[in-house]
């Protein structure tokens, strides 16, 4: 899937990388291999039959529409073979055998899963709306603003917006007529910052990086702001090394074969771009410049580790760091007029000293091959032209996909919507597929497991009494979001939706320039920040959007509107299928706030020492198994020999993953046992006869998983995914899991590892 814009380095901590769209999401293609190994370490783990407790639930049989509908979806994705199948030692095959059967990879897929599915649902929804008239009734009063003339005049305005933006994205005829023209404006304004006469600039570097920052284009490092782990308040410049060197993951510069192809990917899309000096594109230099940068910068399981990153100074010791650049007059250009930056977050130190070293020993045509290179990696997406094709699809071969492939047009063009004015499509999205009632009890589901996080708080033996008190606080303080903003902006409010995209200017005929629009606004608005307090209001993700996230400055849970649709949410069947799914995802997102990450953030998101050291101690140890126990699942790599999961890299997505199982049940189970809970938690049809209600609650959480990925996308994701893969996230987490193994009877109930 194309970028929605020019990438822009985040620290919040997500369920999973989910795309709106789906050609990008992950599936779990386990080769022969992976799948025994996987199995073999769970069956070394705990050798025992999953004895099923046939009809002895004594409920009533559900047989409504949603009910038929979710109990059809759960057996078609079961193994055809399930009820021979030993849950406790291949549980994943058991729930998602049918769903490998069921769905096929599209040729521009390097992966896909159930969320891809939902997103797929959200995708065709978008379009309708962004294919239709604009839409003078309400679908749903709850979420449809009250529109009198003047707001009504203002909401259509907003609707003409996005419908002129997708159009635009849509008129393939002008794009393929203006061809490589508008790539070749934004080359040659950076060509000319970077070799322009003494007389006109005395540093020319620095304008050319600024020139590229104004763009959103992280060329030799990457500077944003957001809130202070120090002072969550206050909003703070941070400089880091760019997360997207060239290649997607640094460990590939080590394979010859990646990047000699690389290389000549370059060399032809250089010479064709510039076909008057095609001699003297320095391809070769540029590869090798990457090869060094991406030496220089942090492993993957360090760069998001702010024990690691958090280095403030001030702008003249950055400075000093590489002074080639002048970093402060850069800085200078993005911050407000009246702002005075005594401070910077400098994420990599050693980075920029690096970086600083290879500047004195690179050549100006190099670095002019460089940076022209990253502008057309961010910007290749916005055109259809020839010159373009072999780094195209040079990028579907590193993931496996079809190298002639790619999404329908409109699919990519509601991703470019959704990323560029996602606010305004929001506000139309949400009043088609959301409801008060889905918002209601997505806040009971949230409310319920930080009160069963709670009680296991209290009882957690390796935490000290004066660390649980002040992490039981830390939940009670913890912000749940559900659904949709309603400040910053407020997308029921068209006034506020109007002035939030007016920067924003979009023409039926400049897709390019769109799209530049687009990402200047958005780089204005994370800079124009700075001088105010954080907004605690505003959400990293648009409504459509199927993940969730936890935010540790915030010490915030946020679940869009697009993560609440079936079957991972639906209010109306048992309560056992939404909070095995949905609620596992909410109890996930509430364990970040104590994993390893987590952890280091207060009840106010302050970054600080709150444990005690024999409390470091014990959580340390119990992280260790983890790290071990996930460092044994492996894909096959491009040689064909096992390619670990880095254990550390996924240490607080895998923590995540059981702390959430173990709340969810927990928080289903008192719900269950509640007055009435047993009319909100009927048989399903064809289920339950074999399957009691506490197994449906992790078949249900299984079935969020069930995927499929091709090799070349699971070795990338293996490199640079702080996420394990899907089909290890099922058989990791259930062997972590001790109520799933009392639920299925396995011989052995202990969990491999346990945190809470």
Request: net charge negative; with cysteine.
């Amino acid at each position: 899937m194309e970028s929605k814009l020019p990438e822009k380095e985040g620290g919040v901590m997500m369920l999973e990388q989910v795309p709106l769209m789906a050609d990008e999401e992950s599936h779990t293609f386990k080769d022969s291999r992976s799948r025994r190994n996987a199995s073999s370490i769970l069956k070394a783990a705990f050798i025992g039959s999953s004895r099923k407790q046939h009809g002895t639930t004594g409920s009533e049989t559900c047989l409504t529409p949603a009910c038929v509908h979710a109990s059809s979806e759960l057996l078609y994705n079961l193994s055809p073979d399930y009820k021979n199948i030993d849950a406790c030692t291949d549980f994943e095959e058991m729930v998602c055998g049918g769903w490998r059967d069921r769905h096929d990879l599209r040729p521009d897929q390097g992966d896909a899963f159930t969320g891809t599915i939902m997103s797929e649902t959200s995708e065709m929804l978008l379009r309708h709306i962004l294919e239709a008239p604009y839409p003078s009734s309400a679908t749903n009063a709850d979420f449809s603003p009250n529109l009198n003339h003047v707001t009504g005049s203002v909401d259509q305005q907003n609707f003409d917006k996005l419908q002129t933006a997708y159009n635009a994205c849509l008129d393939e005829d002008t794009i393929k007529s203006r061809g490589v023209a508008p790539l070749l404006h934004m080359l040659n304004e950076t060509s000319h910052r970077l070799f322009v006469a003494p007389a006109e600039s005395e540093k020319p570097l620095t304008d050319t990086i600024t020139y590229l920052a104004n763009l959103g284009i992280s060329a030799f490092v990457a500077a944003g702001t957001g809130a202070d782990d120090r002072d969550p308040d206050t909003v703070v410049i941070s400089v880091a090394a760019p997360y997207s060197i060239g290649l997607p993951a640094k460990e590939l510069y080590n394979d010859e074969k990646i990047v000699q192809k690389y290389e000549d990917v370059v060399s032809q899309v250089m010479s064709a771009l510039y076909p008057e000096k095609a001699t003297k594109v320095d391809s070769r230099g540029l590869v090798e410049f990457e090869k060094k940068l991406a030496a220089a910068s942090p492993d993957a399981e360090d760069r998001d580790d702010v024990t690691k990153y958090y280095n403030p100074m001030s702008p003249s010791e950055a400075d000093k760091l590489v002074p080639q650049i002048d970093l402060p007059s850069i800085l200078k250009s993005l911050v407000p007029r009246d702002y005075d930056i005594d401070r910077i977050i400098v994420m990599a130190p050693q980075y920029l000293k690096e970086l600083s070293k290879l500047l004195d020993q690179t050549s100006k045509e190099t670095l002019d091959t460089y940076i022209a290179w990253k502008v057309v990696q961010t910007f290749n997406s916005y055109v259809e032209a020839d010159a373009l094709v072999p780094y195209k699809r040079f990028q579907n071969e590193l993931q496996g996909k079809d190298p002639d492939s790619s999404p329908e047009r409109w699919r990519k063009c509601v991703n470019h919507v959704d990323g560029g004015v996602g606010w305004l499509l929001s506000r139309f999205f949400v009043e088609k597929a959301f409801s008060a009632k889905s918002k209601a009890f997505g806040d009971q589901i949230v409310s319920d497991i930080k009160d069963q996080f709670i009680e296991k708080l209290k009882v957690t033996e390796w935490m000290e009494q004066e660390v649980i008190d002040l992490a039981i606080n830390k939940v009670h303080n913890i912000v749940q979001k559900i659904g949709y903003p309603d400040k910053s902006p407020n997308i029921l409010n068209p006034d506020a939706l109007h002035d939030y995209y007016e920067s924003v200017k979009v023409n039926g005929s400049t897709f390019f320039e769109n799209a530049v629009s687009m990402t200047r606004s958005e780089v204005v608005k994370e800079w124009s920040a700075l001088g105010k307090p954080v907004d605690r209001d505003q959400w990293d993700m648009t409504v459509p959007t199927v993940n969730a996230y936890y935010n540790p400055p915030g010490n915030e849970i946020v679940f869009p509107a697009g993560i609440m649709q079936f079957p991972v949410f639906d209010v109306r069947v048992p309560q056992y299928l939404s909070y095995g799914a949905f609620g596992s995802v909410s109890g996930h997102e509430l364990s970040h706030a104590f994993d390893s990450t987590g952890r280091h953030y207060d009840q106010d998101g302050n970054y600080t020492d709150w444990w005690t050291d024999a409390t470091v101690a014990g959580f340390e140890r119990r992280a260790r198994c983890f790290v071990s126990q996930y460092h044994n699942f492996t894909v096959e790599g491009r040689d064909g020999e096992p390619l670990h999961v880095n254990g550390k890299l996924t240490l607080g997505e895998n923590i995540a993953d059981a702390g959430g199982v173990a709340a969810a049940f927990a928080a289903w189970k008192r719900r269950a046992a509640s007055p009435g809970g047993g009319d909100l938690n009927m048989d399903l049809p064809g289920l339950s006869d074999f399957f009691t209600h506490d197994q449906l609650f992790f078949v249900s959480y299984a079935n969020w998983w069930c995927g499929e990925t091709r090799k070349e996308t699971a070795i990338q994701r293996i490199y640079t995914d702080p996420h394990s893969p899907k089909w290890a996230r099922v058989l990791g987490t259930m062997a972590n899991s001790r109520d799933f193994r009392e639920s299925f009877k396995c011989d052995k109930k202990e969990p491999v590892c346990e945190l809470w």
